[in-house]
């Protein structure tokens, strides 16, 4: 089992900065992928970012590439997501995700956190 543990949600002007924080923790090995899905009201789940912890090959979508900036600690086995840039479309549930698979599909995640809010007043 791995558990999860989401931080750093909240509510910022547009234009403004945010960083996301998931911890994980349990049966946790190298060769993982930890990501950052959203969801917003009405939307399908969207990949944001990911990174694989043996390398540090990281992954963006084309609608967050040049603000969102995906980072690790392996020391404290937490992964990062800085926003900047931040614009209303940005709104949404952030989940973190941990898994051995595909890193841009939902699919490619076993375990999953339990999301933060990220609100973006324009």
């Known amino acids: 089992q791995v558990q999860l543990v989401e931080s750093g949600g909240g509510l910022v002007q547009a234009g403004g900065s945010l960083r996301l924080s998931c911890a994980a923790s349990?049966?946790?090995?190298?060769?993982?992928?930890m990501g950052w899905f959203r969801q917003a009201p009405g939307k399908e789940r969207e990949f944001v970012a990911a990174?694989?912890?043996?390398?540090?090959?990281?992954y963006h979508a084309d609608s967050v590439k040049g603000r969102f900036t995906i980072s690790k600690d392996n020391a404290k086995t937490t992964v990062y997501l800085q926003m900047n840039s931040l614009i209303s479309e940005d709104t949404a549930v952030y989940c973190c995700?941990?898994?051995?698979?595909?890193?841009?599909?939902?699919?490619?995640?076993?375990?999953w956190g339990q999301g933060t809010q990220v609100t973006v007043s324009s």
């Open positions: 349990g049966r946790t090995f190298s060769t993982y992928t």
């Open positions: 995700a941990f898994g051995w698979g595909t890193p841009r599909e939902p699919g490619g995640y076993d375990y």
């Open positions: 990174i694989r912890w043996s390398g540090g090959n990281t």
